[in-house]
């Protein structure tokens, strides 16, 4: 079964709102031939609503960075799901690395932020992956598998039909090195398995699985071919359009 392949572009702490009004109306330009591909860019916060008015009607979706999950009170600097929805955006990113190594997330937290974006109607890309010493040290599969359970902890199978899983391998982030494809394809697989042993086959066929750590151009295609990988979450070749198009437009011709 062929699944949706979904771009999403991780933007980071970059951009000023006027930068990002205008990254983002190039991406719009440069992929209004775009009929098949899901194409996702995630700005910082105070950018989201000033992007979402240069999309427009383009087919390109909105998606935050991170979010707490209490709905609203006295978290001073927080941002909930409503207050993400409300700009426009409609996904999410959690749990990425960068948030589990320099803001003490954890499966835990991850899991209720997961929990209470799919009760304000964002669909969450939840991030997970080993680190250089984890992998070395053979315990990838373990790692994931124990960030999997976490995250998605209580969900149904409902539940889980609005979910995205990035697997990123923290030593593939912006580093540079890249999985390589048959590496990224085994734990995707591995990944899959195991939403099939906790949802059913129905989540692990459909499952979107992205994978995330520096994907470019000249590595697209190889990644996005295995059987197992269907899209890519970008950082680095997302803050040029002309890259995150290029991205895009591998994924399309494959579909
Ligand atoms: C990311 O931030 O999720 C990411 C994969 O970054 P990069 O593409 O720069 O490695």
């Not at 803001?103 to 937290?109: I, K, L, M, V, W």
């Not at 598998?145 to 899983?165: H, N, Y």
Request: hydrophobic share 40%.
């Amino acid at each position: 079964m062929k699944r949706q392949i979904v771009i999403a572009g991780n933007w980071k702490m970059h951009k000023t709102n006027s930068e990002a009004m205008q990254l983002a109306n190039q991406v719009r330009i440069k992929t209004m031939d775009i009929t098949k591909t899901q194409i996702v860019i995630c700005p910082p916060f105070t950018a989201l609503a000033p992007v979402y008015e240069v999309i427009g009607d383009s087919r390109i979706h909105l998606g935050a960075q991170n979010m707490f999950w209490e709905k609203e009170g006295a978290f001073t600097g927080e941002i909930s799901a409503g207050m993400i929805k409300s700009t426009g955006a409609d996904y999410v990113i959690i749990g990425h690395s960068e948030r589990r190594q320099y803001f003490g997330e954890s499966d835990e937290t991850v899991n209720k932020k997961v929990k209470a974006a799919l009760e304000n109607g964002l669909k969450p890309i939840v991030c997970v992956g080993e680190t250089l010493e984890e992998r070395e040290a053979n315990i990838t599969l373990k790692v994931v598998s124990r960030q999997i359970r976490g995250a998605f902890a209580d969900l149904s199978a409902e539940q889980m039909k609005k979910v995205i899983v990035a697997y990123e391998p923290v030593w593939a982030i912006g580093t540079g090195k890249t999985a390589t494809p048959e590496q990224a394809q085994q734990v995707h697989q591995e990944i899959r398995q195991l939403l099939t042993e906790m949802f059913g086959s129905e989540i692990g066929e459909k499952m979107v699985i992205q994978y995330g750590g520096s994907v470019k151009p000249a590595n697209a295609e190889s990644l996005l071919s295995q059987p197992d990988i269907d899209g890519a979450l970008v950082g680095g070749a997302c803050l040029k359009a002309d890259s995150f198009s290029d991205i895009i437009h591998i994924a399309e011709k494959l579909q």
